[in-house]
């Protein structure tokens, strides 16, 4: 009976020996456990952290494009703005040299050398080849396809612009090239290519198109009124052979 009882309390002890160590590792897992969830909330928190901060790298980022295009957009604006200033003032400074060398040789043309027959002949031969290069493009209309005029209108407007901007003595100091051998040509002879003009309109009006009376009488005076005006302003350097011609 004795010896049961001693077995009985040895077991009671192992028993409670094994409930103890359970006890103490399971203890040991909560706190393992919870250290373990520490750690994960932490990295789940740098994770989140990590995450908005790329997010706001990537805003900056886009946000400094879009500031430096702007920039970029403006720079380019002002730089355009500035050259435009510079050729304004260069075109202003060149047509007054202009200017006060046609007022020079006005009065007092032996400053100039004269200009031979065959360098005359040979302005007047660019002259002419422009002037027959606008009559046909009336004798032809609508025969151009995409690259002339169609109308008569837009052909005369075509042939204005060009003469204008040769008669814009005091406001376009280097216009197109059609337009500066328009220029010479005047300052060689006024009168020969005022002449030459007035009789490439005279085509130029015979290619009106039909139409109803008040239309054809209109256009063509209307026209005819403009380019008198831009023939007279062009050739008023001199009404006959400015430069002397050996």
């Known amino acids: 009976m004795a010896k049961t009882y001693e077995g009985l309390a040895s077991l009671a002890?192992?028993?409670?020996?094994?409930?103890?160590?359970?006890?103490?590792?399971?203890?040991?897992?909560?706190?393992?456990?919870?250290?373990?969830?520490?750690?994960?909330?932490?990295?789940?928190?740098?994770?989140?952290?990590?995450?908005?901060?790329?997010?706001?790298?990537?805003?900056?980022?886009?946000?400094?494009?879009?500031?430096?295009?702007?920039?970029?957009?403006e720079t380019t604006e002002d730089r355009a703005c500035s050259n435009r200033r510079l050729l304004l003032k260069l075109n202003t400074e060149v047509l007054d040299l202009q200017k006060e060398m046609r007022n020079l040789i006005s009065s007092n043309p032996s400053l100039m050398p004269e200009v031979g027959v065959a360098q005359k002949e040979w302005i007047f031969?660019?002259?002419?080849?422009?002037?027959?290069?606008?009559?046909?493009?009336?004798?032809?209309?609508?025969?151009?396809?995409?690259?002339?005029?169609?109308?008569?209108?837009?052909?005369?407007?075509?042939?204005?612009?060009?003469l204008q901007a040769a008669a814009n003595w005091d406001g376009l100091a280097a216009p197109l090239f059609d337009a500066r051998i328009l220029r010479v040509a005047a300052l060689v002879d006024a009168n020969l290519l005022s002449k030459m003009l007035?009789?490439?309109?005279?085509?130029?009006?015979?290619?009106?198109?039909?139409g109803s009376a008040g239309d054809a009488d209109d256009r063509p005076s209307h026209a005819r009124q403009k380019y008198s005006e831009a023939v007279n302003l062009l050739c008023r350097h001199g009404t006959a052979e400015t430069v002397a011609v050996a």
């Open 198 to 210: 007035q009789d490439a309109f005279q085509v130029c009006e015979d290619s009106t198109p039909p």
């Open 13 to 73: 002890r192992e028993t409670a020996d094994a409930t103890a160590a359970a006890a103490v590792m399971v203890g040991d897992a909560q706190k393992n456990a919870h250290v373990l969830k520490e750690i994960l909330e932490k990295l789940q928190c740098k994770a989140k952290a990590k995450k908005e901060s790329s997010k706001d790298e990537d805003d900056e980022a886009k946000d400094a494009d879009t500031s430096s295009d702007e920039e970029g957009a």
């Open 125 to 162: 031969r660019l002259a002419a080849e422009l002037i027959e290069q606008t009559k046909w493009k009336f004798t032809m209309l609508g025969l151009h396809g995409q690259h002339g005029p169609s109308t008569w209108d837009e052909a005369m407007q075509e042939t204005l612009y060009v």
